[in-house]
C-alpha cells in the first residue's frame, strides 16, 4: 500500500512537470507584434541599447514575433513608465524598458509615479558608464585641472531628480562653479546643446558617447575629463573599461580634495550610482504575466547574451558591460531596491537646499 502510494505521487510529479513543460511548449508568438516601451526619444542611450537587443530577441523567442520600439518621452521617463503600469496586458507582448531616470523618481517618492518595479517580472537587466567632458575653449586639458577651477560651467539638465542627481551631486562635491539649466529633454539635448556651445560642460552614457562623442573628441571639439566608474566584484569603484585611461570619480575626488571621498555625500552618491549606472538599464514584464511567458522570454534574454555574435555588439557599443539575465538580474535589480533609507533621505534634503526643489 505505502509502494503505491509512492508510486502514485511519482506519477503525480512527472504529471505535474509534464503539464509545465507542455505549457513553456505551448508559448508561441508566431504572427505577433511585441511592443516595447522606451519612456525616452529616439537616439538617446536607451532608445540606441533596446534596439541593439530587439533583433536578437526576436531571434530566441518562440515563434520568432517581431519587435517595435514604441518611443514614449515625458516627465523624465515617467509617462512611459506609468503607461506600462496601467496599460500593459500580462501575455506577454508588451515589454517596459527602463532607465536610471526611471528608477530614480521611483526611489525618490515622486507623487506622480504609479509604477512599481517591486511588482514587475525582470527579464535582463544592462549595467553602463558615463563619460564626462569639457569645451575645450575653458583651457582645461584632465582632470587634475579642475583643483582650484573656479570658471562658471553650464550644464544642460533633464532635472535634478532624473539620472543627472548623478552628475549635478558629483560637480558639487569637486567644488565646481556648474549652472544647471532645466528643461532639457535628455542626454541627446544636451549634447546637442553642448555641440552648439549653449553649455559648455556634459557627460553621456557610454551607448551615446561611443556613437557621438568620441568624434568630437578625435576633432579636439571636446575634452574627456572622467568617467563614474564601474563596479567590481567586492563593490569598489573602479575605472571603467571604455575609458580605461580616464580617472573615476572617486579618483578625481581624491586629486581635487587630497583625500578620498567619505562622508554623507559620498554614500548618497555611491547608491544612486549604483541605481543609474551598475544596474542602469532592465527589460520588464508587468504584473500577473504567466510563469511560462516569463521563462520563455528569460531563456531568450539567456540565449540573446551568450550568443557570440551579440556578446561581439555588446563590446563595440555597450563597452562590454556586464549584462544580466533572469535571477541574475532579479539579484542585480535588488541592490537598487535596497538603496538606504538614510542616504534617500539626505539626497532629498540636499535637493531642497541646492537647488529649491522639494519632491512630492
Not at 563619460?131 to 575645450?136: A, D, F, L
Request: glycine share 10%.
Amino acid at each position: 500500500m505505502c509502494k503505491k502510494k509512492v508510486w502514485a505521487l511519482v506519477v503525480a510529479f512527472i504529471t505535474a512537470f509534464g503539464l509545465v513543460t507542455s505549457a513553456n511548449a505551448e508559448v508561441d508568438f508566431s504572427g505577433k507584434t511585441i511592443k516595447w516601451i522606451i519612456p525616452f526619444s529616439v537616439g538617446g542611450g536607451s532608445d540606441v541599447w533596446a534596439r541593439l537587443y530587439a533583433p536578437y530577441l526576436q531571434k530566441y523567442l518562440p515563434g520568432n514575433p517581431t519587435i517595435v520600439i514604441k518611443n514614449m518621452p515625458g516627465g523624465g521617463s515617467i509617462v512611459g513608465a506609468n503607461y506600462f503600469h496601467e496599460r500593459a496586458r500580462p501575455d506577454g507582448l508588451t515589454i517596459f524598458g527602463s532607465s536610471g531616470s526611471t528608477t530614480f523618481p521611483y526611489l525618490l517618492g515622486n507623487s506622480k509615479v504609479k509604477y512599481d518595479f517591486s511588482k514587475y517580472h525582470i527579464v535582463l537587466a544592462s549595467s553602463t558608464g558615463g563619460v564626462v567632458y569639457i569645451n575645450p575653449d575653458l583651457g582645461v586639458k584632465s582632470a587634475a585641472d579642475l583643483k582650484g577651477f573656479k570658471k562658471e560651467l553650464v550644464y544642460a539638465s533633464q532635472g535634478v531628480t532624473s539620472l543627472d542627481l548623478v552628475p549635478l551631486l558629483a560637480f558639487d562635491m569637486l567644488g565646481l562653479n556648474v549652472k544647471a539649466v532645466f528643461g532639457y529633454k535628455g542626454r541627446g539635448a544636451g549634447r546637442v546643446a553642448f555641440e552648439q556651445g549653449e553649455v559648455n560642460i556634459d557627460y553621456q552614457t557610454s551607448t551615446a558617447y561611443i556613437e557621438n562623442v568620441r568624434p568630437l573628441v578625435e576633432m579636439k571639439k571636446a575634452i574627456p575629463l572622467m568617467t563614474w566608474g564601474v563596479l567590481d566584484e567586492e563593490g569598489n569603484i573602479v575605472r571603467d573599461p571604455i575609458e580605461p585611461d580616464l580617472p573615476c570619480f572617486p579618483e578625481v575626488y581624491e586629486m581635487v580634495h587630497g583625500k578620498k571621498p567619505s562622508g554623507p555625500a559620498w554614500e548618497a552618491w555611491k547608491a544612486f550610482f549604483v541605481a543609474g549606472f551598475a544596474v542602469q538599464k532592465a527589460v520588464w514584464l508587468p504584473e500577473k504575466t504567466p510563469a511560462e511567458i516569463v521563462a520563455v522570454w528569460r531563456e531568450a534574454a539567456k540565449k540573446t547574451i551568450e550568443d557570440p555574435e551579440f556578446q561581439k555588439v555588446i563590446e563595440k557599443n555597450l563597452g562590454g558591460y556586464k549584462q544580466y539575465y533572469g535571477e541574475k538580474a532579479a539579484k542585480a535589480f535588488q541592490s537598487v531596491l535596497d538603496v538606504p533609507p538614510e542616504s534617500k533621505a539626505w539626497v532629498l534634503k540636499w535637493i531642497k537646499d541646492k537647488y529649491g526643489v522639494t519632491v512630492d
